[in-house]
């Protein structure tokens, strides 16, 4: 591997790692985009990556906790939607079932049996 993309190899580890100065992101993506070979090389350095990186005890904690996080928040989230349906739909019930009562209580009657 030449120097200058061994360089380029370790600002993308750190790009990876998310440790990366804007400064020398600007530079990976410049190289990046240089061409097809150039992007084919950063996707095989993102695969080498992932195949043998493992992440330290912290960010496991971390990533637990945002996933813990999102999980509660789209929990709440739906039993929010289902209650504002829920609330809707009753809504509807009674105000139709207040115009049959109003035109007509003994046809209400028969509609609950």
Not at 95 to 113: A, H, K, S, T
Request: glycine share 2%; hydrophobic share 35%; charged share 35%.
């Amino acid at each position: 591997m030449i120097p200058d993309q061994e360089k380029i190899k370790e600002l993308a580890i750190s790009y990876f790692e998310g440790k990366i100065h804007l400064k020398d992101e600007s530079l990976l993506f410049d190289f990046v985009s240089q061409s097809k070979e150039s992007e084919s090389l950063f996707r095989k350095w993102e695969q080498e990556w992932l195949r043998e990186h493992k992440p330290s005890q912290e960010t496991l904690i971390l990533w637990d906790r945002l996933s813990t996080g999102y999980r509660c928040r789209k929990k709440q989230l739906y039993q929010e939607r289902f209650s504002r349906q829920w609330q809707r739909q009753l809504s509807l019930l009674l105000f139709f079932w207040r115009l049959n009562w109003e035109d007509d209580p003994g046809r209400m009657v028969v509609m609950l049996l």
